[in-house]
């Protein structure tokens, strides 16, 4: 099995930590793992702000770019539900079917193959998973609390094997950061306000370190942390799966 | 003005945005308590989607069974295709009956029509009986929320309202006290009332019954009294049988407010001897909206404003940051309908967090819809040139990943190397009340070229 590695381009410029650690964690389940270097952006930064026309090149670019792996993994919830959802514009040719097929969000990737032993990780603190919305809702990668279901979470999953962790319930479980891509900027008031609440949540649960799938909101509640000077960090959860003693 | 600008004067109040919050999540957290304990409810759910679909999808047949029906009831009924005229017709009936005082119960089509401020016009005095519609006509505002109308007041506030209007005591806020003025103010409005107007809930094509919910039981309190009864409704509203009701009142009260069922689901179907019920069915853009395939959906709505107590950014914002008739999320997919340029920013107020799609009781995918919507106003409507160029521009440099990544290591050197009044200032929203991120030396593909290739 060939896994190609989608990795969003922002996490490529500002977190090439987790990138890393993602390719890592990936290598370390034994699956071959390639990184096409022409790879740039899923065109859901555009297509959010309703721009969708001047992203289809983009869009088309990153499907022939995947074209020859089986699956296509990504440590970003909301690309990937932009990939599956919103690539539905374009002319479905057998390169962008095959994208929106086999393009899954990495705790989803690692849930579906139980077969793949991820090392042990360990990971001694209190964390706070911060549900992000188009992996939760979009993807379905978690229950959500409007629905009437049972309760589950795949990411949740993953984070109970590691080692010393403690995974803390919050107050409002799966609540929006208020990140909402150009949101954060054009509605940055009411975006900044639901930022202050979550990390408030998180604070208020005594979590040491907020972990999700999604670099995209926890560089919102980052830069809220960091202004405020809160004692908190944030992690992108392949950096916690990743993490083995030495390390943390 | 625009959203986000109405939005930050209500955040500038934190405290009483703070409350505005946590009274509208208490209310989500009711709906959860009351829908989980209905083993059902997603099946519930799921039924109230499919008859909507199915009523929508043949709207033309059931308007026809149900004027049928209606009239083999007794009952006048009246068309109108917009606002103006559904404001004529209840007019021209009132007028018919020379009367000067009406009694309304809550109906967010009248409002949406304008019909309180047209009836002025025409010395007619119109009482909204429902005591946050009466509260916020009190006030001369408009409601911030189609359920609860004045939940952005708090008690105090009504307390000073109240005594400047009906003349109460200073009582601090006595939710009772208050309470009871407002009743004994309402019922004489109640006994002069020579007519009275009611939204409509459900409309049942098959006996051409109208269904109206309430709280307070003011909509039959107006009815019994008046000898005029007008019925203002949206075409939407029809449900084929009578079978299909109780799906949809065990899914609106447990969905609006936490309740089982409303205090007073009253059904009316025909006049009483002696007396007139009027009906009017109003256009006014549905069918537009209908014939818009990827919003089709949104006229399932049954008005229960589940999607406003669950959104994170009304909660945030108030019902009044939207300028529209039908605030919060709902609204955001409606109003584009009436009127694209007015509430071009509306469909922007979300962070698409699907919250909505997930809580409304008639699955309506909300916040997909929202996303729809700002593909047609930018396609639409003059928006920014600046930003439409932007877009271009990184649309152009994102296929071009070598003078993309030179971009990203160009503006990484940038971010490490200005200073930070140059950054942080005020072109910078983000970094208004947040951080950048580091802009680290080397990004990811830097060293993967470095390590790997």
Not at chain 2, 168 to 192: I, M, N, W
């Amino acid at each position: 099995m060939i896994v190609g590695l989608f990795i969003p381009c922002y996490i490529d410029q500002f977190y090439p930590r987790a990138a890393r650690a993602t390719l890592e964690l990936l290598e370390s389940t034994g699956v071959e793992v390639v990184v096409p270097t022409d790879q740039t952006c899923c065109g859901q930064p555009l297509a959010n702000s309703g721009y969708e026309p001047d992203a289809v090149a983009v869009m088309e670019q990153l499907a022939d770019t995947f074209a020859g792996v089986d699956h296509i993994v990504s440590p970003s919830g909301s690309c990937i539900h932009h990939i599956r959802h919103h690539y539905d514009i374009l002319e479905q040719s057998p390169a962008v079917r095959h994208l929106r097929e086999k393009s899954l969000e990495l705790c989803q990737f690692l849930s579906r193959h139980p077969e793949m032993n991820l090392p042990p990780a360990h990971f001694p603190f209190r964390t706070g998973l911060h549900q992000s919305c188009h992996g939760q809702r979009g993807l379905r990668l978690a229950s959500s609390s409007e629905r009437m279901e049972p309760a589950w979470s795949v990411v949740g999953d993953l984070l109970k094997k590691v080692e010393g962790l403690e995974l803390v319930s919050l107050n409002r479980e799966d609540e929006c950061c208020g990140f909402g891509g150009t949101f954060a900027v054009t509605e940055e008031a009411v975006s900044v306000r639901m930022g202050k609440d979550r990390v408030a949540d998180h604070l208020q649960n005594d979590v040491e370190v907020i972990t999700g799938t999604d670099l995209s909101c926890l560089m919102h509640l980052e830069g809220i942390i960091r202004r405020d000077g809160l004692p908190l960090r944030v992690l992108h959860v392949a950096e916690i799966l990743n993490t083995t003693g030495e390390q943390s | 003005m625009s959203h986000p600008e109405q939005a930050e004067q209500f955040l500038a109040n934190e405290a009483r945005s703070r409350w505005h919050d946590e009274t509208l999540w208490q209310v989500r957290a009711k709906r959860d308590r009351a829908a989980g304990r209905v083993p059902e409810w997603e099946e519930l759910r799921e039924t109230a989607s499919a008859i909507k679909s199915h009523t929508l999808s043949r709207l033309d047949h059931y308007l026809v069974q149900f004027e049928k029906q209606t009239r083999q009831n007794g009952v006048t009924i009246h068309w109108a295709s917009n606002a103006e005229e559904h404001n004529r017709i209840v007019h021209s009936i009132l007028e018919k009956h020379a009367v000067r005082k009406v009694v309304k119960s809550k109906s967010m089509l009248t409002e949406e029509c304008g019909l309180n401020g047209w009836l002025e016009t025409h010395d007619i005095e119109t009482v909204d009986t429902d005591l946050g519609e009466r509260i916020v006509q009190l006030a001369k505002e408009r409601p911030s929320h189609i359920v609860m109308p004045a939940i952005h007041k708090k008690r105090e506030e009504i307390d000073e309202l109240f005594q400047r209007t009906l003349h109460t005591r200073p009582s601090g806020g006595d939710a009772v006290y208050l309470t009871r003025e407002a009743r004994r103010h309402l019922r004489q409005k109640f006994l002069e009332a020579e007519a009275a107007i009611t939204g409509v809930n459900f409309a049942v094509a098959e006996t051409g019954e109208i269904v109206v919910c309430t709280n307070e039981g003011n909509a039959d309190m107006g009815v019994h009294l008046a000898p005029v009864h007008i019925a203002c409704m949206g075409i939407e509203k029809l449900i084929p049988r009578r079978a299909d009701l109780g799906i949809f009142l065990r899914l609106l009260a447990r969905s609006a407010t936490g309740q089982s069922i409303t205090s007073y689901s009253s059904h009316f179907r025909k006049p009483e001897k002696g007396r007139e019920l009027h009906i009017v069915l109003v256009d006014n853009g549905r069918t537009r909206q209908l014939g818009r395939e990827k919003f089709r959906q949104s006229l399932a709505c049954i008005r229960c404003g589940a999607c406003m107590n669950t959104c994170p950014v009304y909660r945030r914002s108030g019902g009044h940051s939207y300028g529209s008739v039908i605030p919060g999320p709902i609204g955001a997919i409606l109003s584009p309908g009436m009127d694209l340029k007015k509430h071009a920013s509306l469909p922007f107020a979300s962070t698409l967090c699907g919250s909505c799609s997930d809580v409304c009781p008639v699955k309506i995918d909300i916040h997909e819809q929202l996303y729809q919507w700002r593909q047609i106003v930018i396609r639409d409507t003059a928006g920014d040139p600046a930003k439409s160029g932007a877009m271009g521009a990184a649309g152009q440099l994102m296929r071009r990943p070598r003078l993309f990544r030179l971009g990203g290591k160009v503006l990484r050197w940038l971010l490490r190397r200005l200073p930070r009044p140059f950054l942080y200032s005020r072109f910078n929203p983000w970094g208004k009340q947040r951080e950048l991120p580091d802009a680290p030396e080397e990004s990811f593909f830097e060293w993967y070229k470095r390590n790997r290739q």
